[in-house]
């Protein structure tokens, strides 16, 4: 990565070009590709210590791009405090430069006051530009004549904060609340933002409509997470007598196992199984979030094994003499566990807006209440990306890193398959599923796949939190890893996501 990055950086050349007169090419030895995603990155990282640095003054900073900036706040009488500190993170602005290699464009450098008062005691120029780190705003201009506390009264102050606050706020998003007010406004809202985050995920980031986009996704979340706040939802346990709409996005909205048939759809819904959803009263007839519970007598280990576990656990009306019972009877006795399943996020537009994890809270007291002998919770969760995660390293093993299989596992399945080519084929396999048809490949791969995706699950992380998006969900709900599970579910499905593995996380 250092080679790569070293030569990214070596050899670059630039030309002068006036009208139609090209220059000579020279060599270049300072600053970074322009236009080059890369070169930002590069740059943040060399830039990083810069404002741990700074927070030795006691000033807070901001940084986008190549701007920054520091800033302190205070009462009048403490001023020479307040410009000691200042000058203080200047001289050690000014010493990271040097050691650095950086330079600071004075040109470009000015200071901003925002004042209750009309006292003006300034050694420095003072600037009235309306730009902070690149955004414009002139009407904030209006506001540099208010400021400290101790110059006016208590009523000023919080007049002139209100008045900073409605400049600052976006102009759409007092639209969107009267919208919010009309009949499917909110669901309206909530599809908008689905289309919003659709868009900049096609945008490139040096699109100057980037920021306008993100500051528009970013206003729809703040008023979408106000108005489905925990303590505005509804919950609602959908079995085989609710209206048929809501079953119907019931099978449609399910993303983890997909739903067959309505033959299917009763049994998720049927005896020792529960289907619990969260609505909203603007949005009656949409769930929000799904979580499909089965009922067992121990934690599950597959989907099969929830499936047994309901077949034995039905009441057998032979078994119990004397006692009349249905076909549909549920016997709270036996139940002892609750495995969430499945659990799924039905609007794209409430992305980023906690709800499964308090649906998955609330469900447990359900659970409690009705069946009190309960003291198992467990979900058996998919691990959507662990099947290519594991896909690169078979890469990188085929270019001589050993980090996947150990020599002895190598030779064993090299002597199963029987090829020369053992890589491409063991990718091929993987790719196709075909490994699953094989008994002996099957018991051959379970030692090494379990301490892979144990690694992947442990192991790999990105910004400090775990690589797999289901592992965050449930481990900062509060829930640990148990159990790894292999051939928990054979679906083609399965297969594919993690090579058929599952994991239990228990609450």
């Not at 927070?55 to 205070?74: Q, R």
């Not at 101790?150 to 000023?156: A, P, W, Y």
């Amino acid at each position: 990565m250092f080679r790569w990055i070293s030569e990214f950086l070596s050899q670059r050349f630039i030309a002068t070009k006036f009208n139609n007169s090209l220059s000579s090419y020279r060599q270049t030895y300072r600053g970074l590709p322009q236009g080059a995603v890369l070169s930002t990155t590069l740059f943040n990282i060399y830039i990083n210590d810069l404002p741990s640095l700074l927070e030795e003054s006691n000033m807070k900073t901001a940084l986008f791009a190549d701007d920054i900036v520091l800033w302190t706040s205070g009462s009048y009488r403490h001023r020479d405090k307040i410009q000691n500190s200042a000058l203080k993170a200047l001289n050690q602005l000014h010493e990271w430069n040097t050691s650095n290699l950086m330079t600071l464009n004075l040109s470009k450098s000015n200071y901003q006051i925002f004042s209750l008062g009309k006292k003006k005691e300034n050694s420095i120029s003072n600037t009235m530009a309306n730009t902070f780190l690149g955004l414009m705003n002139p009407n904030i201009l209006e506001l540099f004549s208010i400021l400290h506390e101790d110059e006016c009264d208590r009523r000023q102050v919080m007049k002139g904060e209100e008045r900073l606050k409605n400049l600052l706020t976006p102009q759409y998003s007092w639209l969107f609340i009267h919208m919010g007010r009309l009949e499917r406004g909110v669901k309206f809202l909530v599809d908008l933002r689905t289309d919003v985050l659709a868009v900049i995920s096609d945008m490139d980031v040096n699109d100057p409509a980037m920021v306008p986009m993100q500051q528009l996704n970013l206003t729809l979340r703040e008023m979408l997470s106000l108005w489905f706040s925990v303590g505005f939802l509804n919950l609602e346990r959908v079995t085989w007598r609710s209206p048929c709409e809501m079953l119907q996005k019931i099978s449609e909205y399910e993303a983890v196992h997909p739903v067959r048939n309505w033959t299917d759809l009763k049994r998720r819904v049927g005896l020792y199984r529960r289907c619990f959803v969260y609505t909203h009263s603007s949005m009656p007839d949409e769930p929000l979030v799904v979580l499909h519970t089965a009922l067992s007598d121990e934690i599950a280990p597959s989907m099969k094994g929830i499936v047994s576990a309901t077949s034995r656990m039905s009441v057998d009306a032979a078994a119990c003499p004397g006692m009349f019972v249905d076909a549909q009877t549920e016997d709270p006795s036996c139940v002892k566990a609750a495995i969430f399943y499945s659990i799924s996020s039905t609007q794209k537009g409430l992305k980023g807006i906690e709800l499964g994890n308090y649906l998955i809270k609330r469900v447990v007291k359900e659970l409690q209440t009705e069946f009190p002998l309960v003291n198992k919770f467990s979900s058996l969760s998919p691990i959507p990306t662990f099947r290519l995660w594991m896909m690169e390293r078979l890469k990188a093993a085929e270019k001589g890193q050993p980090d996947v299989f150990t020599a002895d596992e190598v030779e064993q399945l090299k002597s199963h398959l029987k090829t020369d080519n053992f890589w491409s084929e063991l990718k091929q396999l993987f790719k196709t599923n075909g490994w699953a048809t094989d008994s002996k490949l099957v018991i051959l791969l379970e030692v090494p796949l379990m301490r892979l995706c144990a690694r992947y699950l442990y192991l790999e992380k990105r910004r400090g939190y775990a690589l797999d998006n289901v592992a965050n969900f449930h481990l900062r709900n509060g829930a640990v890893m148990w159990r790894l599970n292999w051939q928990a579910d054979t679906s083609p499905r399965g297969l594919g996501n993690s090579c058929g593995i599952m994991v239990n996380y228990r609450y």
